[in-house]
């Protein structure tokens, strides 16, 4: 997700704003499993709301080339082509062994949002990262030619599904972050022989759904979103946006190490975001108040599920997001400290060996069991 409240004003909507309170989740509690994690400085334990999370802190100097060994080659990272019913996807892959792994970005990001991870994951797995259809150099239909049902979590968790039936040809954890993250879950629920696991980083809450606007909100948040679609606003409110000085402010709001917010970050955001239709997708988006909500597919997902939180996100707030960790699914929430929104990219040293640890806890060898599909 990649769009932020102004400093002064609502100049911008945060992806999945305005903020709204979560209804109340279960009371209920669950017992989190004692699987061992990563070994990473400053780990500590703590019970905030009755259920132990953990909390990960470490060095956010650390940069992902540097995670490498300097000893062995760096992976190479290709980029390819795959085309899903008639439209061209872009995706990136790296490795040759181990368990399939497959990264979902977020809203307004792509599959270069994965940078620091693929080369040092692809060490010992197989790492894809996909463009999601619509955003970084997939074909961006547009939306009022495909029809208002195309840019939906179920058209993208059937992208994602359909990916891994033809172009991994395996069984795959997903890795996901923000929005990608209800793609994941979605895809799961939709074809669960497909997902091993799920890991999910600072899924969005989705505050502003039809069923978490007050009821007085609403008339005012549907004329805002036709507003933007079917006028020349949404277009004046994009191109206020998509320039390199409105990304690196919006990127500079959800990373909270703002060292991380390089020329080559936003250049990696920007450019997919100018690309022919990418307008159309933008404002679709941002008006798509339907759909499914985390607490609605975790409940429904067969597989193991680790969710990972940036405690400085200012989107996605923490003291929400913590809920989920209530989940009879989600075997851990693991807090990750003084990261924001983004934390495969802002923290990767700490990202890197959860995503290597969770799969190491959950993935069957082919010796052991079937793993095509």
């Known amino acids: 997700m990649l769009m932020a409240t102004g400093s002064n004003s609502l100049t911008t909507l945060p992806l999945s704003k305005l903020e709204f309170p979560l209804p109340l989740f279960s009371a209920r509690r669950t017992k989190l499993s004692a699987s061992p994690l990563p070994s990473i400085s400053n780990l500590s334990r703590f019970r905030p709301n009755g259920f132990i999370v953990y ?17 062995s080659p760096k992976p190479h990272v290709q980029s390819c082509t795959w085309n899903w019913r008639g439209y061209s996807i872009r995706y990136q892959c790296s490795g040759s062994c181990g368990p399939a792994l497959v990264l979902v970005h977020g809203f307004g ?15 010992s797995h197989r790492v894809y990262a996909i463009d999601l259809i619509g955003y970084g150099y997939s074909d961006k239909p547009n ?25 991994v040809k395996d069984k795959a954890f997903f890795i996901c972050n923000s929005i990608g993250g209800l793609v994941g879950l979605q895809a799961a629920v939709t074809t669960p022989q497909i997902c091993r696991g799920i890991l999910l980083l600072n899924i969005s809450l989705r ?3 039809i069923t978490k606007q007050p009821w007085f909100g609403r008339p005012f948040i549907t004329s805002f979103q036709s ?50 239709g990418a307008v159309d997708v933008f404002l679709e988006f941002i008006c798509y108040s339907g759909g499914p909500l985390p607490e609605e597919l975790l409940p429904q997902v067969k597989c193991p599920v680790l969710i990972a939180w940036g405690d400085k996100d200012p989107w996605e707030r ?18 990750l400290r003084d990261v ?9 040293h700490l990202v ?22």
């Open 227 to 276: 507003l933007l679609r079917n006028t020349a606003v949404g277009k004046l409110f994009f191109r206020s946006v998509a320039t390199p000085e409105s990304v690196r402010s919006i990127l500079c709001q959800c990373y909270h190490d703002t060292s991380q917010v390089t020329e080559e970050l936003v250049q990696s955001i920007l450019h997919p975001g100018l690309e022919p």
């Open 55 to 71: 909390s990960l802190s470490g060095d956010h100097s650390t940069t992902g080339d540097q995670i490498l060994d300097k000893s």
């Open 143 to 167: 939306p009022r030619e495909v029809g208002d049902s195309f840019y939906t979590f179920e058209t993208w968790a059937s992208q994602l599904n359909d990916f891994c039936s033809n172009v």
């Open 207 to 209: 505050m502003l759904h």
């Open 352 to 373: 890197n060996p959860l995503v290597e640890s969770f799969v190491a806890r959950h993935y069957k060898s082919p010796a052991s069991a079937s793993t095509t599909i």
């Open 318 to 335: 923490i003291e929400l997001g913590s809920a989920y960790g209530n989940f009879d699914s989600v075997e851990d929430f693991i807090i």
């Open 109 to 123: 990001a792509n599959s270069s949002h994965w940078r620091k991870n693929i080369p040092v994951l692809a060490k």
């Open 340 to 348: 924001g929104h983004c934390p495969q990219d802002e923290a990767p």
